[in-house]
């Protein structure tokens, strides 16, 4: 959703991560970060929240197993995403800092404007 105070995530998204249940299959496992990376601008620190979620996935043909780790990534990433703040639209009043890093085979840059 994008208004004049900034970007938020959809609420009716947000409602539907509230109800939602935690996996029991390697099909709903899949389907949660799937979801969540959506939104994963919202959520400081993304990949290592939804890393243990993310190691079960590599169980590939092994007995579903949903652990303690996986349930406490899980609630946070709900948490988080329900919380999340507003992001900042730009403006012209900011200073804007480009940071780039490169290597052998990639190079990237992120335009980010500097903001409270």
């Not at 919380?83 to 940071?99: F, H, N, R, W």
């Given at each position: 959703m994008v208004d004049r105070h900034g970007v938020r995530p959809d609420p009716?998204?947000?409602?539907?991560?509230?109800?939602?249940?935690?996996?029991?299959?390697?099909?709903?496992?899949m389907?949660?970060?799937?979801f969540a990376n959506y939104y994963r601008e919202f959520i400081k620190g993304y990949a290592d929240k939804v890393y243990p979620m993310q190691k079960l996935m590599?169980?590939?043909?092994?007995k579903f197993e949903w652990n303690e780790e996986a349930q406490t990534a899980f609630e946070n990433i709900k948490r988080e995403l329900c919380?999340?703040?507003?992001?900042?639209?730009?403006?012209?009043?900011?200073?804007?800092?480009?940071?780039t890093d490169a290597s052998v085979v990639t190079i990237s840059g992120i335009l980010h404007p500097e903001q409270e």
């Open positions: 009716e998204a947000v409602e539907a991560v509230l109800i939602r249940k935690a996996p029991r299959t390697d099909t709903q496992l389907s949660f970060p799937g590599r169980n590939t043909g092994k919380e999340a703040p507003v992001l900042g639209m730009p403006t012209e009043k900011v200073i804007y800092v480009l940071d």
